[in-house]
């Protein structure tokens, strides 16, 4: 039975999703892979094919936090997520390059049109807040956890801030891209305090998933 305190465990902290999937390749280049039951599985702590090495499951906006408090060495995160955490404790050494899309406002109109204060709906409410301060806007943010597509569409909000992709998602509920906040992808997260205490074994995680993200 391996511990928390235990030495020569590393522990991965990633959500579920794209990010996941998408790491997968990527980890395995590294020889770090996941059972196929685990990976189909309800475990939220996964084992893996190389010796102390294991992954967590968590909510993707859970991942920064369990690496700050050095549950997890490391975390595979969206740079979304990264912009929305207020804590610290963590280094970002690396973009890894993966689940790639744009943070940006999508309206049903290509122009923001408002006769009042801009309502807008999101979950990304500090990187709204500093999009719209830095035009010198003063909007009112409708804080929701997803579906946010709808808003606009029902008349909740005037616009929305989200993640697009393919676009597909916009394109299907009657909205369009408006304005781009920021490109995203995947980063790795490491413990600050982890580093100088586990300094070999991270430098040497961090030097596979540099090369890996190259490849
Ligand atoms: C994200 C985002 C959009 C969609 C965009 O949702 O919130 O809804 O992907 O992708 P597209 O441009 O390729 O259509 P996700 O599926 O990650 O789930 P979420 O709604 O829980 O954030």
Known sequence: MTTQTD?????IAISKGRVFEESLPLLSTMGISVAGEDLEGRKLVLS?????VRLLVVRSRDVPTYVQYG????????????????????YEPIDLG???????????EPQLQHSRRLRVATKYVRSTQQHFAAKGLQVELIKLYGSMEL??????????????ATGNTLKANGLTPVEHIADISCRLIVNKAAMKIKS?????LIEQFKLAAKE
């Open 98 to 108: 993966i689940a790639k899309c744009r943070l940006m406002v999508a309206a049903t």
């Open 151 to 164: 808003a606009p569409v029902l008349g909740l909000a005037d616009c929305i801030v989200d993640l697009v």
């Open 71 to 90: 549950v997890a060495e490391l975390g595979i995160v969206g740079k979304d997520v990264l912009m929305e955490f207020t804590g610290g404790g963590i």
């Open 200 to 204: 070999a074994t991270l430098r040497r």
């Open 7 to 11: 030495k020569n465990l590393t522990t």
């Open 48 to 52: 893996t094919s190389q010796p102390g």
